[in-house]
């Protein structure tokens, strides 16, 4: 009998990991990069790494279901004649006609209606269906201006100049050809079946003055009534909420990089921007510094998935969420429903991401007239709107434990943090401590 | 409205609305125009002292004249429907920009981005444009007596952009279903642009346009088409050097 030296166990790389050689043998088979939709999802510092405090001989609680705790916000009174007012401060997110199918938006608008908040048109203009459903309609200004028109504008209730998104703050969108349907080529003003790229960059304005002046320009067309909007990625949250307001935004936007996108490369989504929570106390302090903090509203989107969330941001000084991916899983996005479905795609409920691919079995993201029959507006519109009731409660479960008659009332010495990063980030103390990192000279 | 009067003008036989920008608002000028109702008697209107002044009859959506006397600033008559504007001036940034009817004269020059995402309607710059004129546009007619700058009709979907003079550098660079004629010289195109043959129905097309801009004397023959050679209409990494 030869001896054999004891093997050791095979060791997989934790650099070269199974998705990394994936990826590399997937590049090296089609010659181009991955394209896919939603948001960053490495692990990032998020709202999980926050804790709220509670109540204690110091701060006395609310009764839960008997004191009031007010969760309504007011958008954009900082100078539209007619700003927004919302039953809760959880908004939805822009996201395409052409993106999405025609019953998904209205089941978004109906969803939306239902709670008393808004939702918010995207890169493909405005259909009847979002318009007709939703009681406060946010008509986003786009770089493509595809479907923009002076008529939709008018019958808009806030105006949102997008700059840029957490997905991929820089980048323009991609509609590839499979999901340009007659319609949607038609509201675009292009042949059907080609590829769609949304441009990065607006066509006729650059940098924040020329931004003021475009900005006067919508006023003017709308008699000042309606609220501008101006969203921007999580790039750079300090300067570009900063400019925001040095432009006459009535409410800034600042989606971070878990924001969902249509459609954009895998290596954008995951390495370009940053996390929401990173970018939630540089816009507040932005406005602090300007004496703007509640004047001008601010608006944080990406990852936000629940009251605790929502309750959390509100603490760090935002006036509203934004959902879409959460509102999109509401909806019926990779339920496990499909999973057969799902599998057929290469791909897991929980994990389906190619929504430019036009072949979501929920019938969400597509524009496939079979597929898109597998969303009932009236009932995926109540499944949203019970979604946000749930958030709703549940922040206020959180804001009265802390003693607060309304959601905004909630403050960053509510929040302590589980790890020295998101205590950095947030500028909360660690929890057990005293320390906020990068304050104090420590 | 006091700064306002009914007088006789050199450009209308009939009574037209004064409105004199040093006596009165921006916002009060747009919200008079926009407060036009289908068949209104104010029809013919001029505006005196823009000086250079932002966002000048945007958005007006009826089918009255202005007349405006001197130079404006940015996004003169943006999303225009339906009025007849004329500039006697220059125009800045952004004129008639997302246009949907009607038409835009420039008498002097225009800067950057005119016409820019238009839908509709006809822009006229007697002078010169400068850089990205026709920028994405969705259907509206240009038609520019001089030169016209770098990178115009960049990502240009629809509509028809007419040059007497010469073009800048990447002319209709990433174009789609735009037409483009050029009586000049392009100094270069941009990716996926190339010249056209000249067709019998492009000769009529561009007659018509040249006839509604109110140019005499110019041939269409003598133009040259460009348009989208759609090799980059679906991507193809094998393109990728072009982008």
Redesign the interface.
């Known amino acids: 009998m030869t001896y054999r030296n004891p093997p050791t166990t095979p060791r997989k790389s934790a650099t070269f990991d199974d998705y990394t050689l994936s990826e590399i043998r997937r590049a090296a088979a089609?010659?181009?990069y991955d394209i896919r939709g939603a948001g960053a999802k490495r692990k990032l510092p998020h709202f999980d790494d926050l804790l709220v405090l509670g109540a204690s001989i110091s701060r006395y609680p609310l009764e839960g279901y008997r004191e009031r705790c007010d969760t309504s916000v007011v958008l954009g009174s900082r100078h539209a004649k007619k700003p927004i007012e919302l039953k809760i401060p959880i908004t939805i997110a822009g996201m395409s006609f052409g993106s999405l199918s025609g019953p998904a938006k209205e089941a978004l608008g109906r969803g939306a209606t239902l709670s008393g908040t808004s939702t918010t048109t995207g890169d493909g203009g405005m259909t009847e269906e979002e318009r007709g459903h939703s009681k406060t309609l946010v008509y986003q200004y786009l770089p493509?201006?595809y479907g923009?028109?002076?008529?939709d504008?008018r019958r808009a209730d806030a105006i949102e100049v997008v700059v840029g998104q957490g997905a991929k703050p820089g980048g323009g969108g991609m509609l590839?050809?499979q999901k340009i349907s007659d319609r949607v080529a038609e509201m675009?003003?292009?042949?059907k079946?080609?590829?769609q790229?949304s441009?990065s960059r607006h066509?006729?304005?650059t940098g924040p003055d020329?931004l003021e002046?475009?900005i006067?320009?919508l006023r003017?067309?709308?008699?000042?009534e309606k609220p501008i909007y101006v969203k921007v990625g999580g790039a750079r949250p300090y300067y570009d909420t900063a400019l925001a307001v040095k432009s006459g935004a009535d409410v800034v936007v600042v989606d971070g990089m878990q924001g969902g996108t249509a459609a954009t490369q895998e290596v954008f989504i995951e390495n370009v921007g940053q996390p929401t929570l990173a970018c939630i106390r540089p816009a507040v302090q932005a406005l602090q510094d300007l004496g703007m903090h509640r004047k001008v509203q601010l608006i944080v989107s990406g990852g936000i998935r629940n009251g605790a969330d929502v309750a959390k941001a509100l603490a760090l000084g935002v006036d509203a969420v934004s959902i879409g991916t959460a509102a999109l899983v509401a909806l019926g996005d990779n339920d496990p429903r499909w999973e057969a479905e799902y599998n057929e795609l290469g791909t897991t409920a929980g994990a389906y991401d190619d929504w430019h691919e036009g072949r979501d079995p929920a019938g969400i993201t597509t524009q496939d007239p079979e597929l898109m029959k597998r969303v009932d507006p009236i009932a995926a519109g109540r499944r949203l709107a019970n979604y946000l009731k749930v958030m709703t409660l549940e922040a206020q479960t959180i804001a009265r434990a802390c003693g607060k008659n309304s959601l905004h009332n909630l403050e960053p010495e509510d929040l302590v943090a589980l790890t020295i990063e998101a205590a950095a980030m947030a500028g909360v103390p660690l929890a057990g401590t005293n320390w906020i990192p990068g304050k104090n000279g420590f | 409205m006091p700064a306002t009067r009914l007088s006789k003008t050199a450009a209308h036989d009939h009574a037209s609305r004064v409105f004199d920008l040093d006596a009165m608002s921006?916002?009060e000028l747009?919200?008079a125009l926009?407060r036009l109702t289908p068949g209104s008697n104010e029809t013919a209107w001029e505006v005196l002292n823009p000086k250079g002044s932002?966002?000048v009859a945007?958005?007006v959506?009826q089918p009255v004249s202005i007349d405006v006397r001197g130079s404006v600033?940015?996004?003169c008559g943006?999303?225009n429907?339906g009025a007849a504007i004329t500039v006697h001036g220059s125009a800045g940034?952004?004129v008639g920009?997302?246009m949907?009817s009607g038409s835009i004269t420039i008498k002097g020059d225009a800067s950057?981005?005119a016409g820019?995402?238009g839908?509709g309607g006809l822009l006229v710059i007697e002078g010169n444009a400068s850089s990205?004129c026709g920028?994405?546009m969705?259907?509206i007619d240009i038609v520019v007596h001089g030169n016209i700058g770098h990178m115009s009709a960049?990502?240009a979907?629809?509509g028809n952009l007419v040059v007497l003079g010469d073009a800048g550098d990447a002319l209709g660079d990433?174009i789609?279903?735009a037409r483009l004629f050029v009586r000049g010289k392009v100094n270069s195109l941009g990716a996926d642009c190339i010249a056209k043959e000249m067709r019998t129905e492009h000769l009529e097309l561009l007659q018509g346009l040249l006839d509604r801009a109110g140019v005499t004397g110019v041939k269409p023959a003598e133009f040259k088409r460009y348009g989208s050679a759609r090799t980059l209409?679906?991507?193809n990494?094998d393109n990728a050097d072009a982008y």
């Open positions: 089609t010659g181009i493509s201006r923009m028109n002076p008529r504008l590839l050809g675009r003003t292009l042949p079946g080609i590829d790229r441009a066509p006729d304005w020329d002046i475009k006067l320009e003017e067309i709308t008699d000042w | 921006l916002r747009n919200q926009h932002h966002s945007v958005g959506d600033g940015y996004y943006g999303m429907d940034p952004g920009e997302n949907m950057q981005y820019a995402t839908r990205r920028i994405s969705k259907g960049f990502m979907q629809s990433s789609y279903e209409y679906n991507f990494i």
